[in-house]
T-cell receptor, first 115, second 111 residues
């Protein structure tokens, strides 16, 4: 199993450009998440999905859109990139085995720089 | 929202030393995870520990949910233990499943 994978690993954008980050998982997990990590801070949730075709906003959703058309994929889009979106982006997935068990597993991250 | 505080923010050890990292949280939680972010940026799951004690080799963790804290113990530290250790908690409210992360403890183990 590859676990959680992310593409691309690195990307440099100019202000105003758009791009899509792809997250894929092969663990048949129901839930998927997008986080961003900024220097000196922990991770903050952008958007998440509790199943195919469903998405919800997290803590810092502005400037991002997501889609979950297939269970194994979760896409994060930036329609018009801004320098404030320079960050490292992590995708995660989980499979709640009960109402309380929900261990999340993380991908390797995508380092995005917006000039 | 829930607050997560980790201490100390920075820790420097000599190889072979032991250490204890602490995570305090401001409300009751459903889940708690400890992660190690290595120097290459990868987040590695260490423990899923909403309550009780677990051990994995030189690492162990204890969560006292009623007192809202968790401890991560590292014994006989090695240079490969260097990196940032994050505590993250989940308080499920309705359909909100997000993990709230602390700011981490930066551990440096010198040879």
């Amino acid at each position: 199993n590859a676990g959680v994978t992310q593409t691309p690993k690195f990307r440099v954008l100019k202000t105003g450009q758009s791009m899509t980050l792809l997250c894929a998982q092969d663990m048949n997990h129901e839930y998927m998440y997008w986080y961003r990590q900024d220097p000196g801070m922990g991770l903050r949730l952008i958007h998440y999905s509790v199943g195919e075709g469903t998405t919800a906003k997290g803590e810092v959703p502005d400037g991002y859109n997501v889609s979950r058309l297939k269970k194994q994929n979760f896409l994060l889009g930036l329609e018009s990139a801004a320098p404030s979106q320079t960050s490292v982006y992590f995708c995660a997935s989980s499979y709640p085995r009960s109402r309380v068990y929900n261990e999340q597993f993380f991908g390797p991250g995508t380092r995005l720089t917006v000039l | 929202g829930i607050q997560v505080e980790q201490s100390p923010p920075d820790l420097i050890l000599q190889e072979g030393a032991n250490s204890t990292l602490r995570c305090n949280f401001s409300d009751s939680v459903n889940n708690l995870q400890w992660f190690h972010q290595n120097p290459w940026g990868q987040l590695i799951n260490l423990f899923y520990i909403p309550s009780g004690t677990k051990q994995n080799g030189r690492l162990s963790a204890t969560t006292v949910a009623t007192e809202r804290y968790s401890l991560l113990y590292i014994s006989s530290s090695q240079t490969t233990d260097s990196g940032v250790y994050f505590c993250a908690v989940e308080k499920r409210i309705g359909s909100n499943y997000k993990l709230t992360f602390g700011k981490g403890t930066l551990l440096t183990v010198n040879p």
